[in-house]
């Protein structure tokens, strides 16, 4: 049987799935359905300091092969999840990804803070949101300011921390390198890509935000894409994400060089599609005699 344990940032992981933010809550629904132990982790809802409500409705829209969401970062704020949702998680075999957000820089700071004295395992900073107006993405999209609130939270994270990237951005690779020069322990991407639809009858956007963030298999290309230009770039661990619903896609993401995945949108038409991956992996390494799963990373031959 292939070895399916991977190593990031010094943290190990029983396999390389992991379940992607804001697509598993905080894990309680999943677990009814089956163990949430078997997976490799869990990137917990967005993060902030105070509840927040979202954006008002509707904020979720299909697409063809993907969805366009607008939540806007919904979540009852950091007490709250330490006291209704960590007593839970922490009964649960997997690692624990505290994916975290800001307005400010501040806010930044004072929830890695926070979040670095619970009994979670990494911490996911989202520099990438594309549904909230004061903040996240505009942290994203420039060198200067990704690299500065990195350099920023880095004094008060006492675990180790990916940075979600954005990829409403030109030179994905770029703002990677700038985060790696402040810190980084590893980064993660692709945040949803910023997308619109109409209602033709009514003439309105579809979405009350008007904008949302686009997921799901529709993505799948830009992210390998993305996952490779930016595994060419760094040298520290690149998380990969957006579209994956298959094995074989988890697979080919690695092969682009992702040392682990998430999987997000495919949960929501099933929710079993991260234990398949696993499985479908394990299975296809071990048809091909392939000892580790490691051995397929950045294994893309050059043309
Ligand atoms: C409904 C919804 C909510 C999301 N909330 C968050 C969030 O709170 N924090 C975050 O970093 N990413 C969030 N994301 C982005 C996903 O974690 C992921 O980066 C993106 O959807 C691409 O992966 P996918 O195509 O597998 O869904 C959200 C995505 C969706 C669809």
């Known amino acids: 049987m292939a070895d399916m344990k ?3 940032a ?13 697509c598993f809550g905080y894990g309680k629904e999943y677990d009814e359905l089956y163990d949430i132990s078997r997976l490799g982790g869990i990137s ?34 950091f007490d709250t999840f330490v006291e209704e949702d960590m007593p839970f998680l922490r009964t649960k075999d997997t690692v624990l990804i505290a994916n975290v957000a800001g307005s ?6 004072k929830i890695v803070e926070k979040v670095s004295d619970i009994d979670i395992d990494m911490i996911e900073l989202n520099i990438s949101c594309p549904n909230v107006k004061e ?3 505009a942290f994203g999209v420039s060198c200067e300011s990704a690299a500065n609130v990195v350099k920023n939270v880095k ?20 703002i990677a390198q700038a985060v790696e020069a402040e810190g980084a322990d590893a980064v993660s991407l692709i945040n949803t890509l910023l997308g619109m639809r109409i209602d033709i009858n009514s003439r309105r956007p579809i979405l009350k935000n008007n904008v ?18 930016v595994a060419n770039k760094v040298n520290i661990p690149v998380i990969g994400m957006g579209g994956i619903e298959k094995p074989e896609d988890a697979i080919e993401m ?50």
Not at 214 to 223: E, Q, R
């Open 10 to 22: 010094g943290v190990e992981f029983k396999n390389p799935v992991i379940t992607a933010s804001g």
């Open 155 to 174: 004094r008060y994270a006492k675990k180790p921390l990916i940075v979600k990237l954005s990829p409403n951005v030109t030179d994905i690779a770029s």
């Open 6 to 8: 991977v190593k990031i």
């Open 104 to 109: 400010c820089l501040e806010d930044y700071c």
């Open 44 to 77: 917990l809802k967005g993060m902030t300091i105070a509840e927040r409500l979202g954006n008002p409705p509707p904020r979720i829209a299909e697409t063809p092969s993907g969805m366009l969401n607008s939540v806007g970062l919904q979540n009852p704020g």
């Open 212 to 229: 949302g963030g686009l997921s799901g298999p529709a993505v799948f290309p830009v992210a390998v894409r993305m996952v490779w230009q």
């Open 135 to 137: 903040g996240g993405v």
């Open 254 to 303: 690695m092969m682009a060089g992702a040392s682990a995945v998430q999987i997000g949108a495919a949960m929501f038409y099933d929710p079993y599609a991260p234990l398949k991956v696993i499985d479908g992996m394990e299975k296809w390494l071990d048809e091909r005699d392939i000892a580790s799963v490691n051995d397929i990373v950045s294994t893309v031959k050059p043309w």
